[in-house]
């Protein structure tokens, strides 16, 4: 079992950035792939980045893509989604999941909140 807990979250401008963290608890993430997903109001929950298991690859929506950057320090178990010259469009519940090599997303933070103002 994985508890993972987000933060980082904020009312920000746009252009701003923001850092938001996942630290886990229960498991060491490095055995894990790490995603950073995120829900708009009445929208679907979509992926925004992800980093596989050993951290070496890296993969990013095409929103996102130049301005975000995931990264994880296997120390203190936690996952950093960097995110710079936001937008509005950017406001949406953040949430970081886990998942096995090769699995499925199977354990999820509670969700931060971002909100960018024009």
């Known amino acids: 079992q994985v508890q993972l807990v987000e933060s980082g979250g904020g009312l920000v401008q746009a252009g701003d950035s923001l850092r938001l963290s996942c630290t886990a608890s229960?498991?060491?993430?490095?055995?894990?792939?790490v995603g950073w997903f995120r829900q708009a109001p009445g929208k679907e929950r979509d992926i925004v980045a992800a980093?596989?298991?050993?951290?070496?690859?890296?993969s990013y929506a095409d929103a996102v893509k130049g301005r975000f950057t995931i990264s994880r320090d296997n120390a203190k178990n936690t996952v950093y989604l960097q995110m710079s010259s936001l937008k509005p469009e950017d406001t949406a519940v953040y949430y970081c999941?886990?998942?096995?090599?090769?699995?499925?997303?199977?354990?999820w933070g509670q969700g931060t909140q971002v909100t960018v103002s024009s």
């Open positions: 229960g498991r060491t993430l490095s055995a894990y792939a």
């Open positions: 980093l596989n298991w050993s951290g070496g690859r890296t």
């Open positions: 999941a886990v998942a096995r090599p090769g699995a499925r997303y199977e354990y």
